[in-house]
């Protein structure tokens, strides 16, 4: 099954809650530019990109969707 791009983490820290929620859901996934990204910070041409299988996209994205929430809702709070 090809795998496709899921998505382009900003930070180590993001990349590692990404990888540790797709692991905890039994989604397969392939990090590329894994420890180039983490070299040359803030290269938006070197980030590490997400990649899982195709037949996981739709899974794989709703719960991205949901962690990128859960952080948004914690942000806006006083």
Do not use: F, K, W
């Not at 540790?20 to 894994?34: H, K, R, T, W």
């Not at 997400?50 to 914690?74: I, T, Y």
Request: glycine content about 6%; proline content about 6%.
């Amino acid at each position: 099954m090809p795998m496709i791009r899921l998505t382009e983490p900003q930070s180590v820290g993001e990349l590692a809650m990404i990888t540790s929620l797709l692991e905890g859901s039994g989604i397969a996934y392939m990090v590329e530019n894994e420890h180039v990204s983490s070299l040359y910070p803030g290269l938006p041409i070197l980030n590490s990109r997400v990649m899982v299988d195709e037949c996981d996209q739709v899974h794989a994205e709703v719960l991205l969707s949901r962690l990128r929430l859960a952080v948004r809702d914690v942000s806006s709070q006083p």
